[in-house]
């Protein structure tokens, strides 16, 4: 059980204590609100890329990898998340102490936001294709007018409500661009065979797979929305919900329309999110439009959504508690984004998305060890000590482990080439490893101030 909590309800969005069960949602909302999160033409780019660069069916291996992957260690911290009801930001205390949590919540709400400026991007894109009159900054202004209000409310009680009505329209726009790309240019084999002109490499499933692991935020998304689970729904959220029937409509339905669009629908330009885009639009016209809004739309309630909550709460920790309302850092991070958006930084975000990804596999890596081990509840009789003023600045064990899986990641990362694709793994393996050795070596207090 975790430590005492608040008993204030006002605050819906729990950014600083866990939430309690009178608070938790129902299978179908939470299940609405977590779904949106399966939908962004950022995983039809990926498939794509992936399978240009790789072969098409060294692209499908790894995604299906990817999904027994992601549906393990979802599986394992979705039930912890919702034992709990901690969130990424309480549960890094445990792991880092009060500094090292800091850290978390800081590369947490920054890519969420770089997320929120991609997608955001797309539909301003869309908007000004279709309606030339309008320029792209404006076109972006109106993405965050409409976004920020979007997750002003909570999560249990508006983004289930806005992704159960959207969740058709987005099932139902995949269905008719692909009977409309069958109808427009005829039906083929050939985006199955769609690959490097060399052929594709022998070690391309491995890329593939490997390139998933730089999308282990995902993981992080899953703890701060599994929390939000009631405890009698916990095999269903973790064998369903956030499990494999997600991982197999993120990865593998999206992944495959990805494909079989640059097979079949001729691209302008190299492949990116605003060809995909095009080539939508092209196709299905105003519709391919809405379509892409509905997609861009429900994944970024979610971006939206995480950022701002995490940024609150990083500030909070560095102010001493002092908070200044989630509208006010909804309004930041709708800011932020729209700068970033009119900044031609695209290049520069996907080199830092890299580099926190390290740190995210990292922080996965250290987490499941933390939840796996019996050390901590052995310590500690089973209680979740998080509150602020009882954790120390700095957990040795967290951050030797963190700091120097990623350096060891980082490494591997710059030497490029097929070393490059193993800096994701031996990251995790590094940080499991020494998290795990030193945890069998861990003191009380370096978990909790003052604990012999």
């Not at 947490?108 to 894109?125: L, N, P």
């Not at 003191?443 to 909790?448: A, D, E, I, L, R």
């Amino acid at each position: 059980m975790a430590g005492s909590v608040s008993t204030d309800t006002e605050n819906l969005d729990f950014s600083t204590r866990p939430v309690p069960p009178e608070h938790r949602m129902s299978k179908t909302s939470l299940t609405m609100a977590w779904w949106a999160v399966s939908s962004a033409v950022f995983y039809f780019v990926v498939a794509a890329a992936l399978a240009q660069g790789f072969g098409a069916r060294n692209a499908i291996i790894g995604m299906l990898l990817s999904v027994v992957v992601y549906s393990v260690v979802n599986f394992i911290i979705s039930r912890f998340a919702i034992r709990t009801g901690l969130s990424v930001a309480l549960f890094s205390r445990i792991l880092f102490g009060n500094a090292g949590a800091a850290l978390a919540t800081l590369i947490f709400f920054v890519t969420a936001i770089y997320y929120a400026v991609f997608e955001g991007s797309v539909i301003a894109v869309g908007i000004q294709t279709v309606l030339p009159g309008i320029s792209y900054e404006w076109a972006a202004l109106i993405v965050v007018l409409y976004s920020v209000p979007m997750i002003l409310g909570s999560i249990q009680h508006w983004l289930d409500k806005l992704n159960g009505v959207l969740l058709p329209l987005y099932l139902l726009g995949l269905v008719a661009a692909v009977v409309m790309a069958i109808a427009e240019y005829g039906y083929s084999n050939a985006w199955l065979s769609v690959g490097p002109a060399g052929g594709a490499p022998a070690d391309g499933w491995w890329h593939c797979f490997v390139y998933f692991m730089g999308v282990w935020i995902l993981m992080m998304y899953t703890f701060d929305y599994s929390r939000f689970g009631r405890e009698e729904d916990i095999d269903y959220h973790s064998w369903i919900n956030f499990g494999t029937p997600f991982y197999l409509m993120a990865l593998i339905v999206n992944g495959l329309f990805g494909i079989f669009l640059v097979g079949t629908v001729p691209m302008d330009g190299p492949l990116s999110e605003v060809s995909v885009l095009l080539a939508l639009l092209k196709l299905m016209g105003i519709s391919g439009l809405l379509f892409v809004w509905v997609t861009q739309t429900r994944i970024n309630s979610a971006n939206f959504y995480l950022a701002t909550v995490n940024m609150e709460t990083f500030f909070a920790q560095l102010t001493g508690g002092r908070r200044v309302g989630k509208v006010v850092w909804a309004i930041v991070v709708g800011a932020i984004v729209y700068a970033l958006m009119l900044a031609d930084v695209f290049a520069y975000l996907l080199q830092a998305l890299a580099y926190q990804g390290i740190f995210v596999v990292a922080w996965v890596a250290i987490a499941l060890t933390h939840i796996l081990s019996s050390r901590y509840d052995r310590l500690f009789g089973g209680v979740l000590e998080y509150r602020s003023d009882r954790i120390p600045a700095f957990n040795p064990c967290g951050l030797a482990a963190w700091f120097g899986a990623a350096a060891i990641g980082l490494g591997l990362q710059q030497m490029g080439g097929l070393t490059a694709s193993f800096s994701a793994p031996a990251t995790a393996l590094v940080a499991a490893t020494i998290y795990g050795g030193l945890l069998t070596q861990a003191k009380p207090g370096w978990f909790v101030k003052g604990a012999a």
